[in-house]
């Protein structure tokens, strides 16, 4: 009796880890028709420097302030983190040189089907979104802060593929950022525009 309690444990054991491991193995699907994560027509600069690792793109606007701008889903998908990454540290708008914290602070990613999801971090304040919650293209998820370990006010932004971070693309054209063995900024103009 024993015996079949615990092979029938390890079958339901075995059953759930396929359930969760076999869909990672498939091949992703085709890419999304990613938009950048900041409001339509507005200009963005976009850039990495040494050491913040291969496709990590950092967003600080071109015009005004950047605390407290929203940040919108760059594609539908439903949302599987919503929380603190790390810890938050004491940046805000009144403090913008308190102390750091680690990692990510308040972040969102998002699972955009077919093996693609996203993440933002750095937010402001906790996300304006929930776990589980499915969110359109364009819908503030949060915005713009300097938690986690964050030196000024920004979205910290990444596309991936499975396992992989790939490079950013947005409104189908990739954004040139692909390594962090210099410092490298672009310009672009936001295209989440609603339908």
Not at 75 to 93: C, D, E, H, M
Request: charged share 20%; aromatic share 8%; with cysteine.
């Amino acid at each position: 009796m024993v015996r079949a309690v615990l092979a029938l444990g390890a079958v339901a054991a075995l059953v759930a880890l396929a359930v969760v491991v076999v869909p990672m193995l498939r091949p992703p699907g085709p890419r999304p028709l990613f938009q950048m994560p900041v409001a339509c027509g507005e200009t963005w600069q976009l850039g990495t420097y040494p050491g913040h690792d291969d496709y990590d793109v950092d967003f600080f606007p071109t015009d005004g302030e950047a605390w407290g701008r929203p940040v919108l889903a760059s594609y539908a998908g439903t949302v599987t983190v919503a929380g603190i990454n790390g810890s938050l540290g004491g940046r805000t708008p009144e403090n913008p040189n308190g102390p750091r914290g680690r990692g990510g602070g308040y972040w969102v990613k998002i699972d955009h089907g077919g093996r693609w999801e996203t993440q933002y971090l750095h937010l402001l304040e906790p996300p304006l979104v929930r776990e589980g919650q499915r969110v359109a293209q364009g819908e503030q998820i949060g915005r713009v802060g300097s938690t986690g370990n964050s030196g000024a006010p920004h979205l910290h932004y990444e596309q991936r593929r499975g396992w992989d971070k790939v490079e950013t693309f947005f409104d189908g054209s990739p954004s040139g950022i692909t390594t962090d063995d210099r410092e490298y900024t672009v310009r672009l103009m936001s295209n989440n525009c609603a339908a």
